[in-house]
T-cell receptor
Framework: DQQVKQNSPSLSVQEGRISILNCDYT??????FLWYKKYPAEGPTFLIS?????DKNEDGRFTVFLNKSAKHLSLHIVPSQPGDSAVYFC???????????FGTGTSLTVIP | GAGVSQSPSNKVTEKGKDVELRCDPI?????LYWYRQRLGQGLEFLIY????????KSGLPSDRFSAERTGESVSTLTIQRTQQEDSAVYLC????????????FGPGTRLTVT
């Protein structure tokens, strides 16, 4: 059973515009969420995280929004750059020391 | 400093053979995770080591899969009697301690079972 879902397998955005990547989860016990970026032939790299006590976390061009009632989080990238083209995974965990559940990823292409 | 390393980077094996995949975590990282990513799918948790605690093996798909870790150092994931459905990229990650959510991933081992 997929507890973390990324329903859009791919997304294309023009350079300079906003990219919005979405993630839904089913387990209400999840209290920590992360986004990872993955380039081909490389391991995922950590991008940004958010704890369930917050509804927004911003780091430069990247902002993650959390809507606990909807069990939904999103990653906003603005402005999008061609170097942002990669696969983005969201992940969730329930409490410290527990496993992370990953979504299936969204492949973002930023068109120059 | 050095990141997480994995070897081999690619492995092709015949169905029924055993394989060993190696992970060298970042020095000082107490937590180590193994994941699998099949083609077109997300990351699938396999096993988690934290210090000297008993590992969380809840993600291992069958008893053909096992993993060991030497203290807070190298880990080996072993797949016995490989099957074609074992073909995937196997990723290892480490984190500084139990309370550090940020995991650092290695480049992965691409396993192909023919």
């Amino acid at each position: 059973d997929q507890q973390v879902k990324q329903n859009s397998p791919s997304l294309s955005v023009q350079e300079g515009r906003i990219s919005i990547l979405n993630c839904d989860y089913t387990n209400s016990m999840f209290d920590y969420f992360l986004w990872y970026k993955k380039y081909p032939a490389e391991g995922p790299t950590f991008l940004i995280s958010i704890s369930s006590i917050k509804d927004k976390n911003e780091d430069g061009r990247f902002t993650v929004f959390l809507n606990k009632s909807a069990k939904h989080l999103s990653l906003h990238i603005v402005p999008s750059q061609p170097g942002d083209s990669a696969v983005y995974f969201c992940a969730a965990s329930a409490g410290t020391g527990n496993q992370f559940y990953f979504g299936t990823g969204t492949s973002l292409t930023v068109i120059p | 400093g050095a990141g997480v390393s994995q070897s081999p980077s690619n492995k092709v094996t015949e169905k029924g053979k055993d394989v060993e995949l190696r992970c060298d975590p970042i020095s000082g990282h107490t937590a180590l995770y193994w994941y699998r990513q099949r083609l077109g799918q997300g990351l699938e948790f396999l096993i988690y080591f934290q210090g000297n605690s008993a590992p969380d093996k809840s993600g291992l798909p069958s008893d053909r899969f096992s993993a060991e870790r030497t203290g807070e150092s190298v880990s080996t994931l072993t797949i016995q009697r490989t099957q074609q459905e074992d073909s995937a990229v196997y990723l290892c990650a480490s984190s500084a301690d139990l309370f550090m959510y940020e995991q650092y991933f290695g480049p992965g081992t691409r396993l192909t079972v023919t």
